[in-house]
């Protein structure tokens, strides 16, 4: 995708959310595996909490690839760069939490899945720190349940409701029940990079390989990763995520769509221009970004992942998980 295309797409989001920004009554924190596109955290007026990664023996910090490019980035994947992540530190969250409270506007931060990260524990860790060192300070925090773009989404009408005058507890309260009806589905282009982080047996990588399998993923309602099926070959699991597209989208022309691409740009056209066939899509914002190092590292080169607002994922767990929700309610 051009530069000229993804600047005018954000600047769009800007326009749509630039006098919110001026209103708000939260203070809204973020952390980088949201995987924003360039610029729009600063359009939302968000603050942004940069997760650690380690390339090859130094230590780098994801920032939407204001250092690096994500060709770069994912060239170095290629060549075989050791990439290792970690979780943020609850002494980082503390600094960015009390500078927060010292400030006295009531305060929300929307943290990476626990399904995919420890570092909300650590968020939460400093938030009782702080409750206790600063125990009228409104703070809330929230699992977003849905990493990458999918967090994006969920940042992005949050702000503006935040300027449509929610307070911090009541976003808190919205965004618990909203972060249920985004979703989102991608495939990878290797196997590989699952084996190496053990979420599969080396042996399926290969065999995967060896038949030009593609995954297509989701993730559950834990936010942890979950496998929608396997396709024979790219097209197939591209054409595998607009079936999942047409079946569960909200068809909001209100709510934008966005499209994550890990150094898969073509694909990424692909599917917006497939999108935009799609009846009431033709004017939709699309929002396109790169996923970032830290999920990146987790994922490898030829990422494609889209995301939207549609129907609510607790409808479709199984019986036996109803049945379970059931009884922890009745607790």
Request: overall charge neutral.
């Given at each position: 995708?051009?530069?000229?295309?993804?600047?005018?797409?954000?600047?769009?989001?800007?326009?749509?959310?630039?006098?919110?920004?001026?209103?708000?009554t939260c203070h809204i924190i973020v952390d980088s595996c949201a995987d924003f596109a360039p610029d729009v955290p600063e359009q939302l007026g968000v603050e942004v909490i940069e997760f650690?990664?380690?390339?090859?023996?130094v230590e780098h910090f994801d920032g939407s690839y204001k250092t690096i490019s994500a060709q770069e980035f994912y060239n170095h994947m290629r060549k075989g760069a050791r990439i290792t992540t970690?979780?943020?530190t609850p002494g980082r969250y503390l600094d960015v939490f009390t500078r927060a409270a010292q400030k006295g506007v009531p305060t929300l931060y929307l943290g990476m899945t626990g399904g995919l990260s420890s570092s909300i524990d650590a968020a939460r860790q400093a938030a009782q720190?702080?409750?206790?060192?600063?125990?009228?300070?409104?703070?809330?925090?929230?699992?977003?349940?849905?990493?990458?773009?999918?967090?994006?989404?969920?940042?992005?009408?949050?702000t503006r409701l935040?300027?449509?005058?929610?307070?911090?507890?009541?976003?808190?309260?919205?965004?618990?029940?909203?972060?249920?009806?985004?979703?989102?589905?991608?495939?990878?282009?290797t196997l590989?990079?699952?084996?190496?982080?053990?979420?599969?047996?080396?042996?399926?990588?290969?065999?995967?390989?060896?038949?030009?399998?593609?995954?297509?993923?989701?993730?559950?309602?834990?936010?942890?990763?979950?496998?929608?099926?396997?396709?024979?070959?790219?097209?197939?699991?591209?054409?595998?995520?607009?079936?999942?597209?047409?079946?569960?989208?909200?068809?909001d022309p209100f709510l934008p769509i966005a499209i994550a691409t890990a150094d898969a740009d073509k694909d990424g056209d692909w599917l917006e221009k497939e999108i935009?066939?799609?009846?009431?899509?033709?004017?939709?914002?699309?929002?396109?970004?790169?996923?970032?190092p830290v999920i990146?590292?987790?994922?490898?080169?030829?990422?494609?992942?889209?995301?939207?607002?549609?129907?609510?994922?607790?409808?479709?767990?199984?019986?036996?998980?109803r049945i379970a929700r059931k009884i922890r309610r009745e607790r």
């Open positions: 995708m051009s530069k000229e295309k993804t600047a005018s797409l954000i600047n769009l989001v800007g326009n749509d959310f630039k006098h919110f920004h001026a209103h708000k650690p990664y380690v390339m090859d023996g970690s979780a943020v720190m702080i409750k206790d060192q600063y125990p009228d300070f409104e703070l809330y925090i929230l699992d977003n349940l849905c990493p990458s773009a999918a967090a994006e989404l969920l940042a992005i009408e949050v935040a300027g449509n005058g929610l307070s911090a507890q009541e976003l808190y309260n919205w965004a618990q029940d909203a972060r249920y009806f985004i979703q989102g589905y991608f495939t990878l282009d590989d990079t699952l084996a190496a982080g053990g979420r599969i047996p080396p042996a399926a990588a290969h065999v995967g390989s060896k038949l030009d399998i593609k995954p297509e993923l989701s993730y559950d309602l834990n936010g942890s990763l979950t496998l929608c099926g396997m396709c024979r070959g790219r097209k197939k699991a591209l054409r595998a995520i607009l079936k999942d597209f047409r079946e569960n989208y909200s068809r935009r066939k799609e009846p009431g899509c033709e004017d939709v914002v699309i929002i396109r970004s790169h996923i970032g990146g590292a987790h994922v490898g080169p030829g990422m494609v992942a889209l995301v939207f607002w549609g129907s609510d994922r607790r409808e479709k767990i199984s019986l036996t998980d």
